[in-house]
């Protein structure tokens, strides 16, 4: 059965193994505002258990309440909010669940204060446009592909804005250019290729590139203060798309959980997954704990799709789904720390988000870049991240985390990849190691007359990067986000991390397809609605391209 032909209409108040009938419960949604109508079943306590040890060990009471719903979205990150209120416009009379585990929505990877903030289009990032040295070619495909997906983000953005579903977009989203900086004799004819080759696609024609010091100087002045420009110094070269965009994507997540309240949706904060069950109908039961003053405070929720947006917990609850998809993956965090600085003359200098190239054995995502933030409404610069190495798959998880994943099937591909990554290890080791000095050093390649004053040192938030079976290397680390769903199309889950938050809607799109084949038809004119290039590609029609892109800025406000 997948999870859209099992019954998606109302379901009526259903008893626990067919035993004693629970009393019915309200499922209207209603519009009062209040999270629950709902009725408690009997209660078993468990009789001298210290509270929160039997639900350890499995024998703590019977969940108090029980509750059939449609669709059960795990975690309160932007990936689970972007489904939740896809679903309530696709179909509005479904009752849809989000759990989250904190208090508030978007404080964990999704924070404005955790990422970077990059509304990744490929336009600055040197690592999505590999040089394939054999051929002497820049390969483009990448930056096209998380291009083209950025844009998806950007119109349902609009749609959502355009509805009054979002308030003013400059709470969430603000232009920042975005540039790339290189120096010296082969970086800045790397940069000069990269450019020739991306200027010819059409979501990329506004690129700019100048090695002229004098127009450096105006795009990005910091970059300039104390810089040896003299002739004979170092050649340096940058590239420039103005219409760039910094998000606080901590804000938008906010923002669409409200509207997803608004819709009808059920938001509810304090809430941790804990354990699922699937029943021989399809349908999973989710064991869910919530902190309250009840004994135990467990509640079960059945409904016939799940999607565990976790972030980078998902690896741990797709596990205690026992899906078969999951065996072989394993997860790898990493950790980073950011400097900041919220001098208001130097923050005033500083419009763009600049990326430079990565030192040998980086994680893409941890080349350190100079960003011009906007986080809860506060102007300010990060540089970083750093990377690091916390055991934590969240940053306020257990430390237990990595050991608690490690099964019999994904032991040899996670130790697989490990070994092809001994670079990856030695680097984040380096970074860890790395003195306030080394961080200011890391920073004056940016801004050579930096100040130690001016610049604090942040926490960001944890990357979980996807470690899995690969039938020629044994076992691989890859960077990418993948999502993983049971074979029915019940269960599904997102792993990975980068390009992140800005491919959030193609990340909903892709669960829709994935688990709601059949439902896809249907849909199409209202995903089309909401985004225009809805299964086309932007980049082969640039007349589209330009329209599309002119249309989400002006709504945007970018
Ligand atoms: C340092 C850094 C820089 C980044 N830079 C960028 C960038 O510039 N641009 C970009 O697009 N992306 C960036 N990303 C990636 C981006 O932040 C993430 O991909 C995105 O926020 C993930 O969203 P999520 O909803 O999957 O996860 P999260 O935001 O982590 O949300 C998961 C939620 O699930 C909750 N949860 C976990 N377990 C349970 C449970 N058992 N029950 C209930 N709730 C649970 C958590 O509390 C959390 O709130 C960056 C990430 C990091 C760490």
Same mark, same amino acid.
């Given at each position: 059965m %997948?999870?859209?032909?099992a019954?998606?209409?109302?379901?009526?108040?259903?008893?626990?193994?067919?035993t004693?009938?629970?009393?019915?419960?309200?499922?209207?949604?209603?519009?009062?505002?209040s999270?629950?109508?709902?009725? %408690?079943?009997g209660?078993?306590?468990?009789? &001298?258990?210290f509270?929160?040890?039997?639900?350890?060990?499995?024998?703590?009471p019977?969940?108090?309440?029980?509750?059939?719903v449609?669709?059960?979205?795990i975690?309160? &990150?932007?990936?689970?909010?972007?489904?939740?209120?896809?679903?309530?416009e696709?179909?509005? %009379?479904?009752?849809?669940?989000?759990?989250?585990?904190?208090?508030?929505?978007?404080?964990?990877?999704?924070?404005?204060?955790?990422?970077?903030?990059?509304?990744h289009?490929?336009? *600055?990032?040197?690592?999505?446009?590999?040089?394939?040295?054999?051929?002497?070619?820049i390969? *483009?495909?990448?930056?096209?592909?998380?291009?083209?997906?950025?844009?998806?983000?950007?119109?349902?953005?609009?749609?959502?804005?355009?509805?009054?579903l979002?308030?003013?977009?400059?709470?969430?989203?603000?232009?920042?250019?975005?540039?790339?900086f *290189?120096?010296?004799?082969?970086?800045?004819?790397?940069l000069?290729?990269?450019?020739?080759?991306?200027k010819?696609?059409?979501?990329?024609?506004?690129?700019?590139?100048?090695?002229?010091?004098?127009?450096i100087?105006?795009?990005?002045?910091?970059?300039?203060?104390?810089?040896?420009?003299?002739?004979?110094?170092?050649?340096?070269?940058c590239?420039?798309?103005?219409?760039?965009?910094?998000?606080d994507? &901590?804000?938008?997540?906010?923002?669409i959980?409200?509207?997803?309240i608004?819709?009808?949706?059920?938001?509810?904060?304090?809430? %941790?997954?804990?354990?699922?069950?699937?029943?021989?109908?399809?349908?999973?039961?989710?064991?869910?704990?919530?902190?309250?003053?009840?004994?135990?405070?467990t509640k079960?929720?059945?409904a016939?799709?799940?999607?565990i947006?976790?972030?980078?917990?998902?690896?741990?609850?797709?596990?205690?789904?026992g899906i078969?998809?999951?065996?072989?993956?394993g997860?790898?965090p990493?950790?980073?720390?950011?400097?900041? *600085?919220?001098?208001?003359?130097?923050?005033?200098k500083?419009?763009?988000?600049?990326?430079g190239?990565a030192s040998?054995?980086?994680?893409?995502?941890?080349?350190?870049?100079?960003?011009?933030?906007?986080?809860?409404?506060q102007p300010?610069?990060l540089?970083?991240?750093?990377?690091?190495?916390?055991?934590?798959?969240?940053?306020?998880?257990?430390?237990t985390?990595?050991?608690?994943t490690?099964?019999h099937?994904?032991?040899?591909?996670?130790?697989?990849?490990?070994?092809?990554?001994?670079?990856?290890?030695?680097?984040?080791?380096?970074?860890?190691?790395?003195?306030?000095?080394?961080?200011?050093?890391a920073?004056?390649?940016?801004?050579?007359?930096?100040?130690?004053?001016?610049?604090?040192?942040?926490?960001?938030?944890?990357?979980?990067?996807?470690?899995?079976?690969?039938?020629?290397?044994v076992?691989?680390?890859?960077?990418?986000?993948?999502?993983?769903?049971?074979?029915?199309?019940?269960?599904c889950?997102?792993?990975?991390?980068?390009? &992140?938050?800005?491919?959030?809607?193609?990340?909903?799109l892709?669960?829709l397809?994935?688990?709601?084949?059949?439902?896809?038809?249907?849909?199409n004119p209202?995903?089309?609605?909401?985004?225009?290039?809805?299964?086309?590609?932007?980049?082969?029609?640039?007349a589209?391209?330009?329209?599309?892109?002119?249309?989400?800025a002006?709504i945007?406000?970018i």
């Amino acid at each position: 059965m %997948t999870s859209d032909s099992a019954s998606f209409q109302r379901v009526s108040t259903w008893d626990d193994q067919g035993t004693a009938p629970l009393k019915a419960m309200s499922m209207d949604r209603g519009t009062s505002g209040s999270i629950y109508s709902e009725e %408690t079943g009997g209660a078993s306590p468990c009789m &001298g258990c210290f509270d929160g040890v039997p639900r350890m060990l499995g024998c703590g009471p019977a969940p108090t309440v029980k509750e059939d719903v449609d669709v059960i979205l795990i975690g309160g &990150g932007i990936m689970s909010a972007t489904l939740g209120i896809m679903l309530m416009e696709l179909e509005p %009379t479904w009752r849809v669940r989000i759990y989250e585990r904190l208090p508030s929505a978007g404080e964990e990877a999704s924070n404005g204060w955790n990422n970077a903030g990059t509304g990744h289009a490929a336009l *600055c990032e040197l690592n999505y446009t590999p040089d394939n040295k054999e051929t002497g070619k820049i390969d *483009c495909s990448k930056a096209i592909a998380i291009n083209e997906k950025f844009q998806v983000s950007r119109q349902f953005w609009a749609y959502l804005v355009k509805e009054k579903l979002l308030p003013t977009p400059k709470t969430f989203i603000n232009r920042a250019p975005h540039m790339a900086f *290189c120096h010296g004799e082969e970086h800045v004819d790397f940069l000069r290729r990269r450019f020739e080759a991306l200027k010819k696609e059409p979501l990329f024609e506004e690129m700019e590139f100048t090695t002229d010091i004098d127009q450096i100087r105006e795009w990005a002045p910091l970059l300039l203060q104390g810089r040896d420009t003299s002739k004979g110094a170092e050649p340096i070269a940058c590239t420039r798309v103005e219409q760039g965009t910094d998000v606080d994507y &901590g804000t938008l997540t906010k923002h669409i959980v409200r509207a997803f309240i608004a819709k009808g949706g059920v938001y509810q904060a304090n809430t %941790t997954a804990e354990s699922f069950k699937q029943d021989p109908d399809g349908r999973w039961r989710v064991i869910l704990h919530k902190e309250d003053l009840s004994k135990g405070g467990t509640k079960e929720v059945r409904a016939p799709f799940v999607f565990i947006g976790a972030g980078g917990a998902t690896i741990q609850l797709l596990q205690k789904t026992g899906i078969p998809e999951i065996q072989g993956f394993g997860a790898f965090p990493i950790s980073g720390q950011f400097l900041c *600085c919220q001098n208001p003359n130097i923050v005033a200098k500083h419009p763009n988000k600049i990326y430079g190239m990565a030192s040998v054995g980086a994680p893409p995502m941890s080349v350190p870049h100079l960003d011009a933030r906007i986080v809860d409404g506060q102007p300010m610069i990060l540089f970083g991240p750093f990377a690091g190495f916390s055991p934590r798959y969240l940053k306020t998880s257990s430390v237990t985390d990595v050991v608690s994943t490690i099964r019999h099937h994904n032991l040899i591909p996670m130790a697989a990849a490990g070994l092809q990554n001994l670079d990856l290890t030695v680097y984040l080791a380096q970074q860890l190691l790395a003195t306030k000095d080394q961080k200011l050093e890391a920073l004056k390649e940016f801004i050579p007359d930096a100040r130690p004053e001016d610049w604090g040192m942040t926490w960001a938030g944890q990357r979980v990067q996807i470690m899995k079976k690969d039938p020629k290397k044994v076992g691989i680390l890859q960077f990418g986000t993948e999502v993983v769903s049971s074979k029915d199309g019940s269960m599904c889950g997102l792993l990975g991390a980068s390009p &992140g938050a800005s491919i959030s809607v193609q990340v909903g799109l892709d669960v829709l397809k994935n688990c709601f084949p059949s439902k896809m038809a249907g849909w199409n004119p209202k995903l089309r609605e909401m985004i225009p290039s809805f299964g086309e590609s932007l980049n082969n029609d640039a007349a589209k391209a330009r329209m599309n892109m002119a249309f989400t800025a002006k709504i945007l406000e970018i």
